[in-house]
């Protein structure tokens, strides 16, 4: 075998080597979804916690400001019970007052309520906060794995790569171009083995002056039918 079919053979060694390569790539952006998939319950938990946190302390500052509201019209009108003369008017004022009364006890038990729900509401959050932070850290450690799983997939294809680039590198322009151009028509697979007179790749048969010629390993011949270059293998017996 020639060095230039050495080269060829080696390139596309490393060639199905780095399909495999890249597939295993393929599998690292849904592992990494799948480890974000984990944290995505603790998050709406926690999320949902500090929503109703904030609900209960906004309801409750409402209540509080109403109660205020109203305890400042019971003493307004006790101050005009005072004023009045009539009792029509006197009795009317007593309604007002025992009416914003009972309003300002009614909301003032509602904010007790309240702040009893923000103690609850609170103690909900820090658990949410703390699963969240346990489901965090469990996810960095997970993606750190990933990562490194990947780099070390990526220094292999870094590695084929450079040896790819070495063998064509000792190809004349034209060929490593003609190898390239086939590699992409035919999916990754430009060289294929002479076997028994037939194209490994697609099966066709190779004329026997043809045949002779691939395994005598002297020149590039191509299969007539799909294209892809010959090789007999290294250590393949040589007829003439």
């Given at each position: 075998?020639?060095?230039?079919?050495?080269?060829?053979?080696?390139?596309?060694?490393?060639?199905?080597?780095?399909?495999?390569?890249?597939?295993?790539?393929?599998?690292?952006?849904?592992?990494?979804?799948?480890?974000?998939?984990?944290?995505?319950?603790?998050?709406?938990?926690?999320?949902?916690?500090?929503?109703?946190?904030?609900?209960?302390a906004l309801a409750k500052r409402d209540a509080e400001k109403q109660a205020e509201?109203?305890?400042?019209?019971?003493?307004?009108?006790?101050?005009?019970?005072?004023?009045?003369?009539?009792?029509?008017?006197?009795?009317?004022?007593?309604?007002?007052?025992?009416?914003?009364?009972?309003?300002?006890?009614?909301?003032?038990?509602?904010?007790?309520?309240?702040?009893?729900?923000?103690?609850?509401?609170?103690?909900?959050?820090?658990?949410?906060?703390?699963?969240?932070?346990?489901?965090?850290?469990?996810?960095?450690?997970?993606?750190?794995k990933v990562a490194a799983e990947e780099a070390a997939v990526r220094a292999e294809?870094?590695?084929?790569?450079?040896?790819?680039?070495?063998?064509l590198s000792t190809l004349p322009a034209v060929l490593r171009a003609r190898y390239?151009?086939?590699?992409?028509?035919?999916?990754?697979?430009?060289?294929?083995?002479?076997?028994?007179?037939?194209?490994?790749?697609?099966?066709?048969?190779?004329?026997?002056?043809?045949?002779?010629?691939?395994?005598?390993?002297?020149?590039?011949?191509?299969?007539?039918?799909?294209?892809?270059?010959?090789?007999?293998?290294?250590?393949?017996?040589?007829?003439?």
């Open positions: 075998m020639t060095p230039e079919l050495e080269s060829l053979w080696r390139a596309q060694s490393l060639d199905r080597a780095l399909l495999v390569v890249r597939e295993r790539l393929l599998v690292f952006p849904a592992r990494i979804a799948r480890v974000d998939a984990g944290l995505v319950g603790a998050k709406a938990a926690l999320a949902a916690a500090e929503d109703k946190g904030k609900a209960a509201t109203l305890a400042a019209q019971e003493l307004k009108f006790q101050g005009q019970l005072t004023q009045v003369k009539k009792n029509d008017e006197y009795a009317a004022l007593l309604h007002e007052i025992a009416g914003a009364k009972k309003k300002r006890e009614e909301l003032e038990t509602f904010v007790l309520e309240r702040m009893e729900q923000e103690a609850a509401v609170a103690a909900e959050v820090q658990r949410a906060k703390a699963t969240f932070a346990e489901a965090s850290k469990a996810v960095a450690a997970e993606r750190a294809e870094s590695d084929l790569m450079a040896k790819r680039a070495e063998a390239e151009r086939i590699l992409v028509a035919r999916k990754g697979q430009a060289i294929a083995e002479l076997t028994k007179d037939s194209c490994s790749g697609c099966g066709g048969r190779i004329p026997p002056q043809a045949a002779k010629e691939v395994r005598r390993g002297l020149a590039v011949v191509e299969c007539p039918d799909c294209g892809r270059m010959l090789i007999s293998p290294p250590g393949a017996a040589a007829s003439v």
